[in-house]
């Protein structure tokens, strides 16, 4: 058996190898000037907005940038995927969108002439290729190779028929590169990963075959797009990773999939539903600050922008919701925002992306992010990782020592809890009052606990319980943003001011130890450290409540 699947991976790394030989010495086929290939340009676009930091002297001059980070390799010829993790490995983030090519869009619409810049990242890539097992970086992953042909192919809309008129070689060599990627996916689409990935590659795939003029596979790729993203959607709306990064990245992938034009009649009514639906539900994961929660992996603007998906600032005035499918809870009275992860780590076969934020709470106060989830510190396997996915370092009731689930690697997980809502009170103006979650992560050991987040006008409560594990301390934990300042004013209440003004409060009730002591998030994801504050509460007793409440004299 696992010599048949050494065989197998042999054939599968020489057939790629072959392909790669073959089609980067070939002349590639004419790019096919289609409307709906416009239209899925203009909508794939979006997803290169937060990589407009890239200019073309920044480039030339060798200097790659993803939000607040940057990498110098000296000059344009020496841009290539590699050297960044070898040089600086907590920078996967910023390797992945070298791979991915989104930058060159932003720059495709703002500065046409950069399609030369484009075209030589493109060219080094391949001349980074000498051997077969060269292939199996990173760059040449399917997922790499998906947003890369997606990319190039947009970046070639949105110039236009400059791109061949006015730079016929650059435009020859990104074609040339668009065809080694789309003939290496169609070798490698990750179909049997199901979820973003499928989504992802078979999205690329259809660009492809549109790109080429082949309207009939392209069309195929599409319907099984479209069928990924029905499949991977709960009922509720929610993507069923229970991401909000990757549950924004899938909205905007089915509104580029229909943009083409190439969904049947009946197929397009069921991706208008889906988009209903999804949309609504983004409504729910996005706070007040028009960004989204960062349970799970996801980080804001890693994905695109909610409001550039349909999210719009009226719909903060109406944030009362429940994902009954997902877990989630949104509840919001005067000033206080608060939203409550209750749902599973997410699906069961592929849950590499699930934290161990069971009944994690977020919270936004005046529009002011409060409690924040710890983020993602890292994608990579190790202490960072580890620490990512901890349920100890989310905003939830714990058993200190113990863990509700299993995890090792970056993404595997062994066995898991999952957290669940118990009931839910709703005022007659559709306002969530109160609601109850709990979590049989601790069942093994003979752990149980349970949350209550109780609204009202006055203030926003949280009660936290526990059951059995009698010899085990209990704790909880909650992140406060670094932009609020804390004045711990007695043993039971913590004084918080925003840097705009507003003011807060933190009030502990019951037999409660509580410390205050300087910790990180990673709001926008790995390599963005952020200072927070963390307030432990340790109680003596089975139960604590924390009631916040805002100050007299806040906006």
């Known amino acids: ?86 040089e600086s490995p907590t920078d996967v983030r910023l390797e992945h969108d070298l ?32 051997h077969a097992s060269d292939l199996r970086r990173f760059e040449w992953s399917p997922i790499a190779l998906a947003f890369r042909t997606m990319s190039l192919i947009s970046s070639l809309q949105l110039v236009g028929p400059l791109a061949s008129e006015k730079y016929g070689n650059d435009s020859l060599s990104i074609r040339r590169h668009i065809e080694i990627c789309g003939s290496l996916l169609e070798k490698q689409v990750e179909r049997y990963l199901g979820y973003n990935h499928a989504v992802f590659t078979e999205s ?5 075959r549109l790109h080429r003029g082949d309207f009939r596979r392209a069309r195929s790729s599409a319907s099984r797009t479209l069928s990924v993203i029905s499949k991977s959607t709960l009922q509720d709306g929610t993507w069923s990773e229970r991401s909000p990064a990757y549950h924004a990245h899938m909205l905007l992938m089915l509104k580029a999939v229909r943009s083409t034009g190439l969904l049947r009649s009946a197929q397009d009514d069921e991706a208008r539903e889906l988009e209903d639906r999804m949309s609504g539900a983004l409504h729910t994961l996005v706070h007040p600050d028009g960004d989204i929660a960062v349970f799970n992996d996801a980080a804001v603007h890693d994905a695109p922008a909610p409001k550039l998906l349909g999210w719009k600032t009226d719909h903060a005035r109406s944030r009362n919701s429940v994902l009954t499918d997902a877990g989630f809870v949104r509840a919001s009275r005067g000033l206080i925002s608060t939203l409550m992860d209750a749902g599973p780590m997410g699906p069961d076969d592929v849950v590499g992306h699930g934290h161990a934020d069971f009944l994690a709470v977020e919270m936004v106060i005046a529009g002011h992010r409060f409690i924040v989830d710890p983020g993602v510190a890292s994608i990579s396997g190790g202490p960072l990782r580890v620490w990512t996915r901890s349920a100890e370092t989310h905003n939830g009731p714990v058993f200190v020592g113990y863990e509700p689930a299993e995890f090792f690697g970056a993404w595997r997980v062994g066995w898991s809890g999952a957290a669940a809502i118990d009931y839910v009170e709703v005022n007659a103006h559709g306002e969530v009052e109160l609601a109850k979650a709990s979590c049989d992560g601790w069942a093994r050991w003979g752990g149980h606990v349970e949350r209550t987040l109780t609204v009202k006008d006055e203030f926003t409560q949280i009660c936290d319980k526990w059951s059995g594990m009698d010899t085990t301390p209990r704790q909880t934990s909650f992140l406060i943003s670094d932009d609020w300042s804390p ?21 502990v009730q019951g037999e409660v130890t509580i410390s205050l002591t300087p910790e990180s998030h990673f709001q926008s994801g790995p390599a963005s450290r952020r200072p927070a504050h963390r307030i432990t509460c340790v109680p003596s007793s089975d139960s604590i409540t924390i009631r916040i409440v805002t100050a007299k004299g806040s906006s």
């Open 1 to 86: 058996m696992v010599g048949g699947k050494l065989v197998q991976m042999a054939k599968q790394r020489f057939l790629i190898w072959r392909v790669f030989r073959r089609v980067s010495v070939s002349t590639p086929l004419a790019a096919v000037s289609a409307p709906g290939l416009r239209r899925f340009a203009e909508s794939f676009a979006l997803q290169g907005i937060r990589m407009d930091t890239n200019t073309k002297e920044a480039l030339e001059a060798g200097v790659f940038r993803s939000g607040e980070r940057e990498f110098a390799f000296g000059n344009l010829e020496a841009i290539h995927c590699g050297r960044i993790l070898s």
């Open 99 to 130: 791979a991915f090519f989104t930058f060159a869009m932003p720059l495709a619409k703002c500065e046409p002439d950069t399609i030369r810049t484009t075209a030589q990242i493109a060219r080094n890539l391949e001349h980074g290729v000498s």
């Open 204 to 208: 690329a795939l259809m660009a492809y």
């Open 487 to 507: 004045d711990q004013v007695s043993s039971d209440r913590i004084d918080f001011i925003h840097s705009s003004g507003v003011k807060a409060q933190l009030v």
